[in-house]
């Protein structure tokens, strides 16, 4: 039998979800869509989020968004895209990202912002 350490680190549910995950290659994930893959009753749901939010699988964006980090960016995760978050926060897609963020992310300008 061979030795695995996912299998000790993951339960079950949480690699079906990580697998799903992957395989829908989400970088941000809600908890409807956790309901539409999985029918989780909803307090499996919550622990099952929580355990993966512990493991640094998941990051809270805000309440019911989350940002998926595949196991593949290794022990420290992924970091968000800041060009992704607007949309979170915004659905309807009334939003704009300014020059200083743009100037800031080609390396035009030394400051911080």
């Known amino acids: 039998m061979q030795d ?3 299998d000790k680190y993951l339960g079950p549910k949480e690699t079906q979800a990580i697998a799903r995950l992957s395989y829908e290659k989400v970088s941000i994930v809600t908890k409807e869509q956790f309901d539409e893959w999985f029918k989780f009753n909803q307090s499996l749901r919550k622990q099952l ?3 993966l939010k512990k493991k640094g699988i998941l990051t809270t964006i805000k309440r019911g968004v989350y940002f ?3 196991l593949e960016s ?4 992924s970091n968000i895209n800041e060009f992704l978050i607007p949309s979170v926060f915004f659905s309807k897609g009334n939003y704009y990202v300014g020059y200083a963020t743009m100037y800031n ?9």
């Open 68 to 70: 998926y980090s595949p």
């Open 4 to 6: 695995n350490t996912i």
């Open 49 to 51: 989020i929580f355990g």
């Open 105 to 113: 992310y080609y390396g035009f300008t030394d400051q911080i912002f």
């Open 74 to 77: 290794g022990p420290a995760g």
